[in-house]
């Protein structure tokens, strides 16, 4: 079964700061992981994706992840927080791509202090 | 191009009611999944839909179903609501196929509270 964990429940960055937000995963196979973003009262936004290809991703609002195979990671990063980057990060896996569901770790509130 | 469309966006039952969740998903996306977000669980999928036909099932009672409609719309229903049914509901749709970029675009949600 494919699994994702966020060690984190809380991670605090003041403004200006670099930010990371973590993530590891269990999948049998190949693994197709994400990361959404959920705002007050919203729906999911879609950040960015490792499908295949470089490690390092870049996705929207100037965010990336890096694909560690070894440690079987993908954490979220970003090089200069923003306060409205203060949101609920949520890692997500699938295993392959006849299969939509998507597997959520607990999410990671993130906080940015002005 | 516009979004995952969920009605309505809340609403308030009450025990032993049943209730009805619709969604519109993106144009020319075939695919759509539920998911119940709760600060307990988290976030748990429902089902998914494709071509009108049920391809996923999550871990969720009886009282839990849907369908989807020739034109790719999805309605879930939730029967003899319980208190612990009260939750955000999430649908997601997808492309399919060659398409298929890999990610779900959500909606807004459906916020149900049962009392």
């Known amino acids: 079964a494919q699994s994702v964990a966020q060690p984190e429940d809380q991670v605090n960055v003041a403004e200006g700061n670099p930010l990371t937000v973590k993530c590891t995963y269990s999948?049998?196979?190949?693994?197709?992981l994400f990361w959404y973003v959920q705002y007050p009262n919203r729906g999911l936004q879609f950040l960015l994706k490792?499908?295949?290809?470089?490690?390092l991703v870049k996705g929207s609002y100037g965010f990336e992840a890096e694909f560690n195979k070894s440690q079987t990671s993908f954490h979220l990063k970003k090089p200069s927080a923003l306060v409205s980057d203060s949101a609920l990060y949520f890692c997500?896996?699938?295993?392959?791509?006849?299969?939509?569901?998507?597997?959520f770790g607990t999410g990671t509130r993130l906080t940015i202090i002005p | 191009k516009a979004g995952v469309t969920q009605t309505p966006r809340y609403l308030i039952k009450t025990r032993g009611q049943q209730v009805t969740l619709s969604c519109s998903p993106i144009?020319?996306?075939?695919?759509v999944s539920w998911y119940q977000q709760t600060p307990g669980q988290g976030l748990q999928f429902l089902f998914e839909?494709?071509?009108?036909?049920?391809?996923n099932k999550g871990n969720f009672p009886g009282r839990f179903s849907g369908r989807q409609f020739s034109n790719s719309r999805s309605e879930m229903n939730v029967s003899t609501l319980e208190l612990g049914d009260s939750a955000l509901y999430l649908c997601?749709?997808?492309?399919?196929?060659?398409?298929?970029?890999?990610?779900?675009?959500f909606g807004e949600g459906s916020r149900l509270t049962v009392l």
């Open positions: 997500a896996v699938r295993d392959n791509f006849g299969n939509e569901k998507l597997t």
């Open positions: 999948v049998s196979g190949n693994p197709y």
């Open positions: 490792y499908i295949t290809g470089d490690n």
């Open positions: 839909y494709f071509s009108e036909t049920q391809r």
């Open positions: 997601a749709s997808s492309r399919t196929g060659p398409a298929n970029t890999g990610e779900l675009f």
């Open positions: 144009s020319g996306h075939r695919s």
